[in-house]
C-alpha cells in the first residue's frame, strides 16, 4: 500500500522554526520527484519546494526562498522541509507529493500555524 505520511507541523510563533518530514512507504522514493504544496483556507494549493529524485536539483517560489529548505534521504525514504523564519501568511496546510508520470502520489497533510 503505497503512503505518504507528513508530521512535524503545529504552532510556532513568527519568527521561528519548523522541520516536517514525510515518509513514504509502498514505493521507492529514490524514482520520483519529490514536491511540498500548502494550501491555506480560501487559496489556491501553492508549490512550496521541489527536490530531483536524486536531490540535486531544488526549486523555490520567491515567498519562500532563502527561508525554506527541502532536502531527502533516499535511504529512509523520507523527505524533508526545513522552515526558518516563518511568517504568519505561511500558514496553510502543508501536503508532500510523489510524482513520476503516470503515478502522482499524496500525503494527507499537516497543518502549520504561525501566530503569536
Known amino acids: 500500500q503505497v503512503q505518504l505520511v507528513e508530521s512535524g507541523g503545529g504552532l510556532v510563533q513568527p519568527g521561528g522554526s519548523l522541520r516536517l518530514s514525510c515518509a513514504a512507504s509502498g514505493f521507492t522514493i529514490s524514482n520520483y520527484v519529490m514536491n511540498w504544496y500548502r494550501q491555506a483556507p480560501g487559496k489556491e494549493r501553492e508549490l512550496v519546494a521541489r527536490i530531483s529524485n536524486i536531490g540535486t536539483t531544488t526549486n523555490y517560489p520567491d515567498s519562500v526562498k532563502g527561508r525554506f529548505t527541502i532536502s531527502r534521504d533516499n535511504a529512509k525514504n523520507t523527505v524533508y522541509l526545513q522552515m526558518n523564519s516563518l511568517k504568519p501568511e505561511d500558514t496553510a496546510v502543508y501536503s508532500c507529493?510523489?510524482?513520476?508520470?503516470?503515478?502522482?502520489?499524496w500525503g494527507q497533510g499537516t497543518q502549520v500555524t504561525v501566530s503569536s
Open positions: 507529493n510523489a510524482r513520476r508520470s503516470p503515478y502522482n502520489y
